[in-house]
């Protein structure tokens, strides 16, 4: 999932400027599960907003609602027939989801509520940890499962470094290190041998490199002259 | 008139656990032990109920101030609804400093349902506490601007 937290009150409060109409816009997927911008948040933000305006003497009305879905079109459009209403959209989506309001409805002002973080899982209640970075060409299969992009703070290929010290990274006893994973995995897995393959440099075109990444799949366009 | 038979206009929020708090206020009310009439109750069936949105809404509608109060740590019938429920007050409570109001206003205390005296003493303990920090300035500042929920994506859905 997308992990994201909330930007602290003052900073969301900032950029609301003069607003007088708000609308908190909450995401009932990725954002909820790592409770950043679901119904509960979205209403607690919007409590919170109510009521630091109205300690500043300022009569802002900040409504509340949670799409399915911020980064779909499809799932934002109900959304057109209320947003008159406002002077500004909060997003409590991900980085997606802000744009995703901002495409659509391009006479709106849309801020972001959350900083996104990663794409990650959450390994126990409270605790969310990076596991990808979307770098476009997965190595998983040669490294037994564990991403030393995501995981290797050096994104080394070829690990580990001298910095590995007792299974855990040179920068944090909180961090393990990845390398340390990848061997304990592939010796479970009687595959150890093949860690001896010197992988070669990484092609980073299929990442940011590349610049601004982009999917096609013609068998899913629809034919021309149809109505989407 | 006493201390805790003094009235005020003050309203603090008493959620009660239903196994412990609300118990020990009636054993209070039993053993003819007066608590402050500010204190409001509301029972729950656990602690563990009370999420941060509904102490926030209380301060929303005007409360001075908001308890909880939940079974003895170990003690709670649905195992550890009065530790998550502690934890959330404590998120409640930086909450309100970042809204500009005193983290005071919002606390938890344990008890068992035997306790009648300590129910007495922790109404009385807050009462106090509100009436030195005075009235919440969000009753005073004006008009209510309580924002309502926008129709659900649902509901939406079916207007396409």
């Known amino acids: 999932m997308i992990v994201a937290e909330q930007k602290p009150l003052a900073e969301i409060k900032s950029m609301l400027g003069e607003a007088k109409r708000v609308l908190v816009v909450g995401c009932g997927t990725c954002v909820t599960v790592c409770f950043a911008g679901g119904t509960k948040e979205v209403a607690e933000l919007a409590s919170t907003l109510r009521m630091s305006t109205q300690l ?19 799932y934002i459009d109900p959304l057109l027939a209320t947003l008159d209403q406002y002077d500004l959209v909060v997003s409590l989506g991900c980085g997606v989801g802000v744009q995703t309001l901002a ?17 990650g899982l959450p390994t126990k209640p409270g605790v969310w940890e990076e596991r990808c970075q979307a770098c476009g060409n997965c190595m998983l299969d040669r490294t037994g499962g564990v991403c030393p992009i995501s995981r ?15 299974g855990k990274c040179e920068i944090s006893e909180d961090v393990p290190c990845a390398w340390q994973l990848i061997w304990e995995r ?12 010197v992988q070669p440099p990484k092609d980073w ?15 899913l366009q629809l034919p021309e002259g149809y109505r989407d | 008139m006493s201390d805790t038979q003094q009235n005020s206009d003050l309203k603090i929020v008493a959620f009660c656990c ?46 001075d101030g908001v308890v909880t109060l939940g079974c003895m740590p170990g003690d709670c019938h649905f195992l ?27 606390e938890m205390y344990n008890l068992s349902s035997a306790m ?14 509100i009436r030195k920090l005075g009235p919440s300035p969000l009753r005073h500042s004006g008009k209510h601007v309580a924002g309502t929920p926008v129709a659900g994506v649902s509901q939406m859905r079916e207007s396409l």
């Open chain 2, 116 to 129: 009648g005296d300590k129910f007495v003493q922790y109404a009385t303990e807050m009462t106090e506490r």
């Open chain 2, 18 to 63: 239903q196994y412990c708090a609300y118990k020990a206020a009636d054993l209070a009310g039993s053993l003819r032990l007066q608590y402050p009439p500010e204190f409001r109750i509301i029972q729950v069936p656990c602690t563990g109920r009370i999420d941060t949105v509904e102490v926030l809404h209380a301060f929303e509608e005007g409360a």
């Open chain 1, 56 to 74: 500043d003497s300022k009569e802002t009305v900040v409504d509340e609602v949670v799409v399915q879905r911020q980064c779909e079109w499809e």
């Open chain 1, 103 to 119: 495409e659509r409805f391009p006479k709106i002002r849309v801020v972001p509520g959350l900083n996104t973080k990663f794409m």
């Open chain 1, 205 to 219: 075109t299929t990442s940011r490199d590349g610049g601004p990444r982009r999917i096609v799949r013609e068998d």
């Open chain 1, 152 to 166: 290797c703070s050096k994104q080394l290929l070829n690990g580990p470094c001298g910095g590995s010290q007792d």
């Open chain 1, 186 to 197: 592939m010796t479970s897995l009687g595959r150890e041998q093949e860690l001896l393959k």
């Open chain 2, 80 to 106: 550890e609804g009065n530790l998550r429920a502690r934890r959330r007050v404590e998120r409640v409570k930086k909450l309100l400093a970042e809204v500009g109001l005193e983290a005071e206003r919002v």
